[in-house]
């Protein structure tokens, strides 16, 4: 039975950024793309009003597609908070743990937020959205697209940036991977390695060249990652890599 790697997508983006993977992954992995409601197919559906809400419907997808095989989380930037916050709402409600967690593009639940950009400005968010990095460049160059894209961005971000971390009763029992871009001023002056709180295996903290978004840059060395990881047990608990 194929491991389902299920994918969330970062703040303002659609699960559809993880299909090209798709010829990358090993065979014994099955892509699961997790779509958010706002975008992409769900577009016509209502925004999230709290991180506790997305939670709740994001486990009422996931239902239909635990069938007993093995799971993992990927998620990115604001994805890899939703990934840890979903693994331990699958463990409550449905008695079922990851094998394991990517996260990717971001500090740890517990770290002090630094730069908060839901309250800014149209133009002044755009600049920030612009200097990350990331974004179709005719996204910004469309009035229509930059309508659409601006509203749903800019209530990811608050979900993001009003989520108020607590603590948990116990440990996600998987390994997790660190993945980060060696540039990225978005995790910038954060210990990543602290990710290792919220696991009780492994816990391996891998640098890629490049930004913020540097998963669409080096889109092979990443799914080359997650092959080996789910693939190829870890016995170390804690390491640091550069790809």
């Not at 996931?62 to 069938?67: G, M, Q, S």
């Not at 839901?118 to 930059?146: K, P, Y």
Request: proline share 4%; glycine share 6%; aromatic share 10%.
């Amino acid at each position: 039975m194929k491991c389902k790697l299920f994918c969330l997508p970062y703040a303002g983006g659609s699960a559809t950024i993880y299909t090209r993977w798709k010829r990358h992954l090993h065979d014994d992995i099955e892509l699961q793309p997790i779509e958010l409601a706002g975008r992409g197919r769900r577009l016509s559906e209502p925004h999230y009003g709290s991180m506790d809400e997305m939670i709740e419907d994001l486990c009422r997808c996931l239902d239909k597609h635990l069938d007993g095989s093995d799971f993992a989380f990927f998620g990115h930037s604001m994805g890899a908070l939703v990934a840890y916050e979903l693994a331990h709402a699958v463990k409550r409600s449905m008695a079922r743990e990851p094998v394991h967690l990517f996260v990717s593009g971001t500090y740890p639940p517990h770290a002090q937020k630094t730069n908060v950009l839901h309250t800014l400005s149209d133009a002044r968010l755009q600049q920030e959205i612009m200097r990350l990095g990331g974004t179709e460049e005719e996204v910004f160059e469309r009035e229509e697209l930059l309508r659409l894209f601006l509203p749903v961005l800019r209530r990811d971000l608050q979900l993001v940036e009003t989520y108020r971390f607590e603590d948990k009763p116990d440990l996600i029992h998987c390994d997790i991977s660190v993945l980060n871009g060696k540039e990225d001023t978005a995790t910038e002056g954060f210990d990543l390695s602290e990710w290792s709180r919220y696991g009780s295996r492994a816990c391996h903290t891998y640098e890629f060249a490049g930004g913020h978004f540097f998963i669409n840059e080096h889109t092979v060395q990443v799914v080359s990652l997650i092959n080996a990881a789910l693939r190829i047990p870890v016995l170390q608990m804690s390491t640091k890599k550069e790809l």
